[in-house]
Nanobody, 125 residues
Framework: QVHVVESGGGLVQAGGSLRLSCAAS????????MGWFRQAPGKEREFVAAITWSGSSTPYADSVKGRFAISRDNAKNMVYLQMNSLKPEDTAVYYC??????????????????WGQGTQVTVSS
């Protein structure tokens, strides 16, 4: 059994900050990468950021570059998303995903094998 749990979502005013956390546990023998996706009402799920477990490659969506920062704790199988200068358009359910098996395409949702249930982030204007 593999469990992926996000936390840290909430309500924040535009320009504010929020930090999301994601913990992966259970039968994960190899973590290649972890990533964050988000889905706003009426929109498709979109890539936000990802981080590899070796080498620490950190690709970001253009819409969040310079505002969001992803980090990891390999020993704890955890990943974090520091969200600064938040905008109303950042409002969405944020999902954490774990990649264990190849292939790996960082921005493609289908490449990740395990997903959390999501945490709501709401940014007011």
């Amino acid at each position: 059994q593999v469990h992926v749990v996000e936390s840290g979502g909430g309500l924040v005013q535009a320009g504010g900050s929020l930090r999301l956390s994601c913990a992966a546990s259970g039968s994960i023998f190899r973590v290649n990468a972890m990533g964050w996706f988000r889905q706003a009402p009426g929109k498709e799920r979109e890539f936000v950021a990802a981080i590899t477990w070796s080498g620490s490659s950190t690709p970001y969506a253009d819409s969040v570059k310079g505002r969001f920062a992803i980090s990891r704790d390999n020993a704890k199988n955890m990943v974090y998303l520091q969200m600064n200068s938040l905008k109303p358009e950042d409002t969405a359910v944020y999902y954490c995903a774990v990649d264990s098996d190849p292939p790996y395409v960082y921005h493609a949702a289908q490449t990740y094998e395990y997903w959390g249930q999501g945490t709501q982030v709401t940014v007011s204007s």
